[in-house]
């Protein structure tokens, strides 16, 4: 078996970045002339990039999103983020496998088969040896596995509720989604609009930020995009990575549930005495309303997705399986049967039920409420106040009702526990898939930045060397504090 991460991939000879059209080279127009005339376009001038499949590129690779509904499908566009990396020299070497629709926390959904995790398994690029095969994690387990297998130096992928963060956090690599909107999700296949974020990933933070700078910024497509400064303040607090005199780290209560693995546990453990080392001051929070976030974005998302997905009806979108007649529900609904998989059907299901008008205020409604709550839960803890919300009112404090200390970030694990065999996935009840999104998503329902970083020190032989990620996560804005502490557990 292979890793599996890529569904496409550019074929060798036009990796030569710079071949113009007829195969003529102009002089000093390939990246290592450029390079070696001191004149990069960038510093991912040359680089090889990967694109999660579900961000359209416009070449001869298709852009499947992993599903046997679009298997063909050529985007007549390129997505601003995979523009500005083209733009910028990287030369895309082909596109990576997921869960179909960017739906699942394990690559284990798509039409182009599983993804292999290459941790600890002998993988290279050619395939796996000995021992048990693990999960990649999901949705963007293609792009995770081929920065951890070297096939790649970044990859871009997509995170609506963790798909970039807890791959990256299984894979052993650093998985990071800026706050929502930093990134233009123009080109991106919309899963859930209000949720969906392009996230990088990368082998250390240094690179993901090189990958950052070029695709970061709003691009008048997007009408959701962040047109905010870089940050709010939060800079001037973490001036140094090797020094977080000041610096104070929030770690919420809610994060550790008896369910952590003991190798999460340890690993969260140490890399807290590692900050406390450089000075950092480590205050428990509380979240309270962690709790209801991972059942409301499984509301939220799936009503989203529910209206996204009409459009693959075979007629605008996807593959038409059965022939045109007058019967256009006979078609449309076998089209779609034939065309999407189970767990997407399901999502599908799920969603349009929660938007009927019986469910709608018990299920969608409440869901907001909730998505509203874990917002406020962040507000509250954070030093600065969020830009799309402003300051909130300070509760009154007495020297005997002390005000909590405020955070310029938190630490928190990133799953709760290394990556899982992959022989057990998909698990028969979907539930036990999606609890592994309970520590990443409420960053996503309140649109923070977050960043896993696996905490290398902790890496013990008693669970095999298998990764394990800490998240980081900053106010909304502030992706550069949240970039400089992740440098700072590296
Ligand atoms: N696992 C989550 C889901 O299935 C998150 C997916 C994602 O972030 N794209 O919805």
Redesign the pocket.
Known sequence: PTVNSFISKRKESDCVADVSPGGTKAVGDSAQERWEAGTPKSLLDGVPIALKDNICLHSDLPTTCASSHLRRHVSPYSATCASRVVSAGAVIVGKTNM?EF????ASVHGAFGKVVNPCGVGADRDGIVGEEQRVAG???GGSAAAVAAGMCYAALG???????R?PASYCGIVGFKPSYGRIPRWGLVA??SS??TVGILARTVGCAEVVYDVVKGPDGKDMSAWAGGETNGGRADVRDPGDLRGVVVGVPEEYLPAELSPATIATLSSCLTHLSRLGATIVPVSLPHTRQALSA??VI?PAEASSNLARYDGVRYGERTVERDEDANGWYAATRTQGLGE?VKR?IMVGTYVMTESAYHSYFLHSQRYRRLVQFDFDRVFRHPNPLHGPLPQPSSSPSNPAPAKVNVLLTPTSLSPPPPLSSYPPSDPVL??V??VA??PA?LAGLPACTVPFARARGAEWGGMPVGVQVIGQFGDEEVVLRVARAVE
């Open positions: 869960d960017a739906m699942g926390s999901g949705s963007s997509s995170d609506t509720g963790g798909s970039v807890l899963y859930a949720l969906d974005y499984y998302a767990e999502r898939e999606y592994n999104d990443t998503i996503s």
